[in-house]
């Protein structure tokens, strides 16, 4: 790295390690309270760049004591039903190891739950199967792209790859997929008019789908993410553009001094909240490989 990279990077390292808690875990912000997906995308970014391993350590515990008898991990201690971090505290556990027993009941967590779903009535204004079953962000509530691609990438990378429920939320993203490349949020048309893709759900699709379909499935998909990720300057769709692609095999020239740009912008709209400052630093360390770090 040169002197100004450097001084970013450190920074924003720096920036991280200060929202940590003495009780362990991390914060959204300074001052804040602990959070559990804060936590994770801190661990994975602290991994990323070889640091502080007993702050990672301690982090990993404070998330153990966070999960619950059956195996989740809910986003606040009197907020059970909200239980998407739990596939973020399996990616964490899993990049440093000796946490077997909370991904095992995380993973046996994760398998027996789902949306809710429903049969499709006639004259519906969705345009998708709403049968296929993901994840919600909630307790009795219809699956989307974030929670299902992100509970794909913490069974995939525990060895659940070929798990029934895995192969059909795989159905389920490719289901959901736009008809001119690309995913939003989870819906593809309502009212029979298509939506629009959007670059932060585009890139988790992919990184999900990598390893389970056929490049030419997602092509234009992938189109769709070249050229927009060369006008992103926001942190999450720069991030999760360059994790879609790099999932893939694709490195977009310059990715790097894009990175630092968007740290830089700090200076004019304030600091960013910890899982921003988190995805960058992976992001760059990685050069965009999220799926080598939480895989390896």
Same mark, same amino acid.
């Given at each position: ?5 450097? %001084?970013? =990077? ?8 200060? #929202?940590?808690?003495? !009780?362990?875990?991390? @914060? ?7 959070? *559990?997906?804060?936590?994770? /995308? ?14 990672? !350590? ?6 153990? @004591? ?7 991990? *809910? ?8 239980? /998407?971090?739990? @596939?973020? @505290?399996?990616?964490? $556990? ?40 993901? /994840? *919600? ?6 699956? $989307? ?6 509970? =794909? ?5 525990? !060895?659940?790859?070929?798990? &029934? #429920?895995?192969? &059909?939320a795989v159905r389920m993203i490719l289901d959901r997929k736009l008809p001119a490349g690309g995913w939003n949020y989870g819906n593809t048309t ?6 629009? *893709?959007?670059? &932060?759900?585009t890139g988790q699709a992919l990184s999900a789908l990598s390893g389970f379909v056929q490049r030419s499935e997602i092509a234009k998909s992938i189109d769709y993410l070249e050229k927009e990720i060369s006008i992103l300057q926001t942190?999450?769709?720069?991030? /999760?553009?360059?994790?879609?692609? !790099?999932? $893939?095999?694709?490195?977009? %020239?310059?990715?790097?001094? %894009? ?8 200076? %004019? ?12 630093? =992976? ?14």
């Open positions: 790295m040169n002197m100004d990279s450097d %001084r970013l =990077i450190t920074k924003s390292i720096e920036m991280i390690v200060s #929202r940590s808690l003495k !009780g362990g875990g991390f @914060a959204p912000r300074q001052n804040g309270e602990f959070r *559990p997906d804060a936590t994770a /995308w801190s661990i994975l970014a602290l991994v990323s760049d070889n640091a502080c391993e007993d702050l990672v !350590g301690n982090a990993c515990n404070r998330l153990a @004591a966070s999960q619950l008898n059956d195996g989740r991990v *809910p986003v606040a201690e009197d907020l059970d039903n909200v239980y /998407w971090p739990t @596939a973020l @505290a399996v990616l964490a $556990w899993k990049s440093i190891g000796g946490f077997e027993n909370e991904i095992k009941s995380a993973v046996k967590f994760l398998v027996k739950t789902s949306g809710f779903h429903f049969s499709i009535e006639k004259n519906s204004p969705y345009g998708h199967d709403t049968t296929i079953r993901g /994840w *919600p962000w909630i307790a009795n509530a219809h699956s $989307w792209i974030e929670p299902t691609s992100m509970a =794909i990438l913490a069974l995939k990378a525990t !060895g659940n790859a070929s798990h &029934e #429920r895995v192969q &059909e309502v009212f029979n008019r298509e939506l629009s *893709p959007m670059p &932060e759900y942190p999450l769709s720069h991030c /999760w553009g360059l994790f879609g692609l !790099g999932a $893939w095999s694709i490195k977009i %020239r310059g990715n790097r001094e %894009r990175i630092l740009n968007s740290l830089s912008l700090q200076q %004019r709209y304030g600091q960013y909240d910890t899982l921003l400052l988190s995805k960058l630093v =992976i992001a760059y360390n990685t050069e965009g490989n999220l799926s080598g770090l939480i895989m390896s």
